[in-house]
């Protein structure tokens, strides 16, 4: 059972380059918003791309911004400002709704 309604998991399927994370697209003109859910621990590598901003629905995140680590839990969210080289240890349980103000962040399957 996924931890999104149906509404939002009939949206396409994202191709994510990471085991144990799925996620769906809302596909804007100039933005999208994914919708993210991991059901194992996961690294995400250093990487960078246009500015993010994202709500921690429930779980935990280690994120490394800037050589330095954060922690964000279920309620709060996050800024990622575009070209800052970042990456992140996500848990299982993790579930969470980015907003990338870049049109071509994801593909979909």
């Known amino acids: 059972m996924s931890a999104f309604p149906d509404f939002i998991t009939q949206l396409p399927l994202l191709d994510l380059p990471l085991e144990g994370a799925t996620g769906y697209l809302l596909q804007g003109d100039r933005q999208q918003v994914a919708f ?63 907003i990338f103000d870049q049109v071509d962040r994801y593909r979909t399957k």
């Open 36 to 98: 993210l859910d991991f059901t194992r621990d996961t690294v995400v590598p250093e990487h960078n791309h246009r500015a993010q901003w994202e709500l921690v629905i429930s779980g935990k995140v280690i994120l490394n911004l800037g050589g330095k680590e954060h922690t964000y839990r279920t309620g709060q969210s996050f800024y990622i400002p575009a070209g800052e080289n970042h990456g992140a240890v996500v848990y299982a349980g993790y579930r969470s709704i980015v």
